[in-house]
């Protein structure tokens, strides 16, 4: 049986989740919603990065500890998964005695084969991104993506020889054994990688609050192969190995680089397999500004979910941005999609084409299984279900095509009960034809609810309940 192994980044707890953290979450749970419902084996992960001095400082600034923080902080983002509805088959949180166990292992596996090595290093750190940075990557001085001020260390750090993988990569990534998507993404590491790769800084003395180097006790782990290594550890800590090596990462374009490079190159390193597939999304911005705390402009998906409800969130975001690329959303935006594409598009038909069932007493209790046979019928035609079409949109990772498929196929089930006017057949008399058109439509709103239900789980699973107990209420209430 086919398997598929899909992660989310997982993610820093310095600050409370946001409707960014949800956005790859969500992504990430349609695919494994999708390949679920196909019947392959899935294996959906997601979870919590909390060693590193930018989690440190946050908790010595609030006087707790890093542990005591990075418990409250990690609750909260395992609730957010929980509102956004996730699938998550498991939840992995970097400070579990068991992964610090596997990272260690880990790097003594490569600096056993000789891959890491001492120098001293100086340069510009950027605490945001637990980074360094090279001069010409500064703006006056401060790093482009945090607009704060990049802090001069001066370490004595273990390095690992990320320079011996340049070839190997850049011929795994041009020949797509590494799948970088979307296409300019590859393009662009490809251009990072000719400029050259130099070997990294994988420890720190500076900082405490991390996995202990299992040879250099002062010296910690270097956040970021700390929290990649994630995606192996959980496997063998949650006794899902079989689903080893990832299928998909699903990563926000600021940390692709850490994704396509540092990520393989301590794999191979480690002789270890390799991921397939990288997908590379974009950014949100709040009302043109990027989401920030200091703006005042942060989603709170909660908040959202409140208002408009778990599914309306989840569409909201991938039908209003092309998956992949940046754009901005704001709340003025998903009420009118709520109002026009979920409560007056998607809810409306349903609840018309059952009502109609229900006032015209259409025999539709034993239809579910015949369902399928009637829409293979109406593959022919032209005006047919683009099943497949849609199906492939999902697997290629056009969510918001996908999407507005789906919702041409709504558009065109309307239009026919308006151009058909089923209440006229009942008044002519034509009892066959009636039937025969209201059935086709209950099928068709059935297999709506197929489609839409790694989207909008919940929505999907209201319609076919409602088509089985013939009790249609408004799915979606309009929102004033
Ligand atoms: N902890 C690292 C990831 C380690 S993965 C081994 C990290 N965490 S993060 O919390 O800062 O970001 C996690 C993800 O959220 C990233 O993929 C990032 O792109 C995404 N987003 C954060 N803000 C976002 C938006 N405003 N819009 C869309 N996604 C955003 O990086």
């Known amino acids: 049986m086919a398997k598929k192994y899909i992660t989310t980044p997982i993610y820093y707890i310095n600050a409370n989740p946001h409707l960014g953290h949800a956005y790859a979450s969500i992504a990430a749970d349609i695919l494994a919603r999708y390949y679920r419902k196909k019947g392959e084996k899935v294996y959906f992960l997601t979870g919590t990065d909390e060693h590193g001095a930018k989690n440190a400082l946050v908790a010595e600034k609030e006087g707790i500890s890093p542990q005591e923080f990075a418990d409250r902080q990690s609750k909260k983002f395992a609730k957010i998964s929980k509102v956004v509805n996730l699938s998550n088959d498991d939840f992995i949180r970097t400070t579990d005695p068991r992964h610090e166990k596997i990272v260690r292992e880990f790097i003594q596996k490569l600096y056993d084969k000789k891959f890491i090595y001492k120098k001293e290093y100086e340069g510009w750190y950027c605490i945001g991104c637990e980074e360094f940075k090279t001069e010409k ?201 709520y109002n026009n594409d979920l409560a007056a598009g998607l809810g409306n038909l349903v609840q018309r084409v059952l009502s109609m069932v229900v006032r015209y007493k259409v025999k539709v209790e034993k239809l579910p299984p015949a369902c399928k046979r009637l829409s293979a ?83 999907a699973e209201k319609i076919k309940n409602q088509a089985k107990t013939l009790k249609p209420v408004p799915i979606f209430q309009k929102i004033e």
Not at 141 to 157: L, M, R, Y
Not at 171 to 182: Q, R, S, Y
Not at 194 to 211: A, P
Not at 390 to 407: D, G, M, P, R
């Open 137 to 337: 990557d500064l703006v006056d001085g401060c790093c482009p993506v945090h607009k704060t001020k990049a802090v001069k260390q001066k370490e004595e750090n273990w390095f690992f020889k990320l320079s011996k993988f340049q070839g190997k990569i850049k011929d795994l990534i041009e020949k797509d054994k590494i799948k970088i998507l979307p296409k300019e993404r590859k393009n662009e590491i490809l251009g990072k990688i000719n400029l050259g790769l130099e070997d990294i800084s994988i420890s720190r003395t500076g900082v405490s609050w991390g996995v202990k180097v299992p040879w250099d006790e002062k010296q910690t782990v270097y956040v970021w192969v700390d929290a990649l290594l994630n995606y192996y550890s959980a496997p063998i800590i949650f006794g899902k190995y079989e689903f080893w090596p990832p299928d998909i990462h699903f990563v926000g374009k600021e940390i692709m680089w850490f994704h396509a490079i540092i990520w393989p190159a301590i794999l191979l390193a480690a002789e270890e397999s390799l991921p397939k597939i990288i997908f590379v999304h974009g950014l949100f911005s709040v009302d043109g500004h990027k989401m920030s705390k200091s703006i005042g402009n942060v989603i709170d998906p909660k908040e959202m979910k409140d208002e408009f409800g778990t599914d309306a969130v989840r569409y909201y975001v991938m039908r209003e941005i092309s998956f992949g690329e940046d754009g901005d959303v704001s709340v003025a935006r998903i009420k009118e999609r």
């Open 377 to 459: 019928a109406m593959a022919g035609r032209a005006s047919s279900f683009q099943q497949e079409k849609i199906h492939n949109l999902t697997e290629s990772f056009k969510f918001q095509e996908a999407l507005v498929e789906i919702w041409k196929e709504i558009a065109r089930i309307n239009k026919e009960i308006a151009d058909t006017q089923p209440w006229q057949l009942a008044k002519d008399g034509e009892d066959k034809e009636l039937e025969e058109f209201l059935k086709t439509k209950y099928c068709e709103i059935l297999a709506i609810a197929d489609l839409v239900e790694p989207y909008l789980p919940e929505t």
